[in-house]
């Protein structure tokens, strides 16, 4: 991909708390992009211009032998920066990774720089302030959970620089849930 494109994204949304929700808003910047609360399957993807039909079916082929299944978020945890939260089961999530990049093989998780994949929910990210205050924020909204009922493609607009749902994959087969 040329390095001026931007990349799209493939997340599972998660319905989070308010407190999970203000802590994205004040400490990540990808919350004010637009970016909504998920647990990242593979990013950085195709380019927007290449999210064309035969890539959707490759993706709803992958959603549809994906049963749906619950997560819970428990604990928190931190990489330097970064505050996150960790899912319950994560393996889900790492299988689903591991499929779509079978499929995108161009398209190692995080563009490779991570040999292993860590299934997270970011609730902070680039802080150059202490991460504890943030930490204790995040831990008394815990615990919550909820349902990975489909992965959400998205895509920066060339016009905001703001990132759009494209697609909405239903895991199972199943209709996609509705957005919150």
């Given at each position: 991909?040329a390095?001026?494109?931007?990349?799209s994204?493939?997340i599972?949304?998660?319905?989070?708390?308010?407190g999970?929700?203000?802590?994205?808003r004040?400490?990540d910047?990808?919350?004010?992009?637009g970016v909504?609360?998920?647990v990242t399957?593979l990013f950085?993807?195709?380019?927007a211009?290449a999210?064309?039909?035969?890539?959707?079916?490759?993706l709803?082929?992958?959603?549809?032998s994906t049963e749906?299944?619950?997560v819970s978020?428990?604990?928190?945890?931190?990489?330097?920066a970064?505050?996150?939260?960790?899912?319950?089961?994560?393996?889900?999530?790492?299988?689903?990774?591991?499929?779509?990049?079978?499929?995108?093989?161009?398209?190692?998780?995080y563009?490779?720089?991570?040999?292993?994949i860590?299934?997270?929910l970011t609730?902070a990210?680039?802080?150059?302030d202490p991460?504890?205050?943030?930490?204790?924020?995040?831990?008394r909204?815990?615990?919550f959970?909820?349902r990975?009922?489909?992965?959400?493609?998205?895509?920066?607009d060339?016009?905001d620089?703001?990132?759009?749902l494209?697609?909405?994959?239903?895991?199972?087969?199943?209709?996609?849930?509705?957005?919150?």
């Amino acid at each position: 991909r040329a390095m001026n494109e931007p990349p799209s994204a493939i997340i599972v949304r998660i319905g989070v708390p308010p407190g999970i929700a203000a802590l994205r808003r004040s400490h990540d910047p990808s919350a004010r992009d637009g970016v909504p609360a998920h647990v990242t399957i593979l990013f950085p993807f195709l380019p927007a211009r290449a999210l064309d039909r035969s890539v959707r079916r490759t993706l709803a082929r992958i959603g549809t032998s994906t049963e749906p299944f619950d997560v819970s978020f428990a604990s928190v945890a931190t990489w330097p920066a970064t505050v996150y939260l960790e899912p319950e089961p994560a393996e889900p999530f790492r299988t689903l990774t591991e499929r779509i990049v079978d499929a995108f093989p161009a398209f190692p998780p995080y563009g490779g720089a991570h040999a292993e994949i860590v299934p997270h929910l970011t609730v902070a990210d680039r802080v150059s302030d202490p991460l504890e205050p943030i930490v204790e924020a995040a831990r008394r909204a815990l615990p919550f959970g909820g349902r990975a009922a489909a992965v959400d493609v998205l895509a920066t607009d060339p016009d905001d620089a703001r990132w759009r749902l494209r697609w909405r994959i239903p895991l199972g087969g199943g209709s996609p849930p509705r957005p919150r």
